[in-house]
């Protein structure tokens, strides 16, 4: 299996980003998807998780209403939507499928990051 994120770059604080997460390899909708990062010198952390059917979403506190998970399983994609962005959201975002199916229990895949930078 196999995660590309794409979206990241550059946005002044207060504005907008939308990352997105493409997936191919496997069965997605199989699979629960999370939005970790990871900033300099810091642990990586859980950012969102959505379901492996879109029916329940999950927040870090640091991020509750002003981030959007959501999933297209048709397309095969996870996207999370960013506003009021922060100094603090600067990090390397990462996508993550974890197999939420009883055939897939334990299988985990990682998109290789995209960046994204909060600066004026």
């Known amino acids: 299996g196999q995660l590309v994120e794409s979206g990241g770059g550059l946005v002044q604080p207060g504005g907008s980003l939308t990352l997105s997460c493409a997936a191919s390899?496997?069965?997605?909708?199989?699979?629960?998807m999370t939005w970790y990062r990871q900033a300099p010198g810091k642990e990586r952390e859980l950012v969102a998780t959505?379901?492996?059917?879109?029916?329940?979403?999950n927040y870090a506190d640091s991020v509750k209403g002003r981030f959007a998970i959501s999933r297209d399983n048709g397309r095969t994609m996870v996207f999370l939507q960013m506003n009021r962005l922060k100094p603090e959201d600067t990090a390397v975002y990462y996508c993550?499928?974890?197999?939420?199916?009883?055939?897939?229990?334990?299988?985990?895949?990682w998109g290789q990051g995209t960046q994204v930078t909060v600066s004026s």
């Open positions: 390899g496997f069965t997605f909708n199989w699979y629960d």
């Open positions: 959505i379901t492996s059917d879109g029916g329940s979403t």
């Open positions: 993550n499928a974890r197999g939420a199916r009883v055939l897939v229990r334990g299988t985990y895949y």
